[in-house]
């Protein structure tokens, strides 16, 4: 089997986007900044012209993976910048009307299954969090940040020790954007 000596991808940079590559790969849009540290010393990230050239030499499995991974990072920076990230969900109750507010970094769940105690969800990083009616949209530029809130939310309200067939309260992701 004959190893190719360089594997290398190309991420293409907007107009209205601007990478700058040190010791990390900063991103400058519209919509705001990011900046993340890739320390994988087999990777090698560069800017030609308009384009992020991600790329390794002799690259084994393992390098294969850790530069898609790092292209992957990098394109969610770019279009964080560029267009942001929404995630829509959706409040689900059958018997006990819950309620949910943000309050600082988190969002409180009252009343549900009806329980006294209210439950909590931490909002990550710089997402924003808005309640309208029985929706919950949560909105940023950083995909992790979004998603692990979004991930909270629906944790918050796993219910343990009853068949979730029956018990279907909770909140739920409806769709991406």
Known sequence: MVQTAIL?????????????????????????????????????????DNTVVVETNFPKKKDKAMLGTTRSHISNMINGVKDGFTYKMKIVYAHFPMSVKVSGDRVIIENFLGERHPRRAKIVGDAKVQVKGDEVHIAGINKEEV???????????????????????????VSKG
């Open 147 to 173: 998603g692990q809130t979004m991930a909270n939310l629906e944790q918050a309200t796993k219910i343990k020790g009853r068949d979730p067939r029956v018990f279907q309260d909770g909140i739920y992701m």
């Open 8 to 48: 290398r991808e190309e991420i293409p940079i907007p107009e209205d986007v601007d990478v700058t590559i040190n010791d990390e790969v900063k991103v400058n849009g519209p919509k705001g900044q990011l900046s993340r540290k890739f320390t994988n010393p087999s990777i090698i990230i560069k800017k030609e």
